[in-house]
């Protein structure tokens, strides 16, 4: 079974650049989130989907930060435009409804923004 | 944001030795999941507890949830080089939001 898919692995953008970071869940899990990670700490909820609808998108900048999972498959996370102290591993993770709540992340999207 | 602390933040251990560390909150959690983050990857699921008290295993590895839903511990038993990375902890909030929460991380590193 394939895991969580994340495109790019790496970014490197100037300041004010808009940015796009791609997920594919694992195959059946309707529950996607996407995650901020900081160096040296663990990641951070910034939105939940359960399928297409965001549940939960309290923690997400949205002056700056934009979502959608428009077939309640694969999700983009948009910045737009990015600032300096958006460098960071942006993870994206999922899981199904219908299992224990266990959830499974990709390898991240490490973005950097000079 | 939210984290939970974990302890110790990081630790050297010789090869072969056991190792304890543990998360704590002083909200009550209904799931803990404990994680293993490689530099440069995602975390990768270890263990996944359910209940107050249970005690799981996964090879070496062995987690309890505390009694008290406030807590969990990981233990690692004759560490080998390759366990050294980052270990995560997170509970599970339905209290208000559905909402996983993660601790600060502990740092192990293994010197053979």
């Known amino acids: 079974e394939a895991g969580v898919v994340q495109s790019p692995r790496y970014k490197i953008i100037e300041k004010k650049q808009p940015v796009a970071f791609w997920c594919n869940p694992i195959?059946?899990?309707?529950?996607l989130y996407w995650y901020l990670q900081n160096l040296g700490q663990g990641p951070e909820l910034l939105i939940r989907y359960e399928n297409e609808e965001a549940v939960d998108d309290s923690q997400l900048p949205k002056d700056r930060f934009s979502a959608e999972r428009l077939k309640g498959v694969d999700s983009t996370l948009k910045i737009q435009p990015a600032e300096l102290g958006d460098s960071a591993v942006y993870l994206c993770?999922?899981?199904?409804?219908?299992?224990?709540?266990?959830?499974?992340f990709g390898p991240g999207t490490r973005l950097t923004v000079t | 944001g939210q984290q939970l602390n974990q302890s110790p933040q990081s630790m050297f251990i010789q090869e072969g030795e056991d190792v304890s560390m543990n998360c704590t909150s002083s909200s009550i959690f209904n799931t803990w999941l404990w994680y293993k983050q490689d530099p440069g990857e995602g975390p990768v699921l270890l263990i996944a507890?359910?209940?107050?008290?249970e005690l799981t295993s996964n090879g070496r590895l062995t987690a309890q949830f505390g009694i008290t839903r406030k807590d969990s511990f990981l233990n690692i038993s004759a560490s080998i080089p390759s366990d050294v990375g980052i270990y995560f902890c997170?509970?599970?909030?339905?209290?208000?939001?559905?909402?996983?929460?993660f601790g600060t991380g502990t740092r192990l590193k293994v010197l053979a």
């Open positions: 997170a509970g599970l909030t339905t209290s208000g939001t559905y909402k996983y929460i």
């Open positions: 195959s059946g899990h309707n529950t």
């Open positions: 507890l359910y209940k107050a008290g």
């Open positions: 993770a999922s899981s199904s409804s219908r299992g224990r709540n266990e959830q499974y």
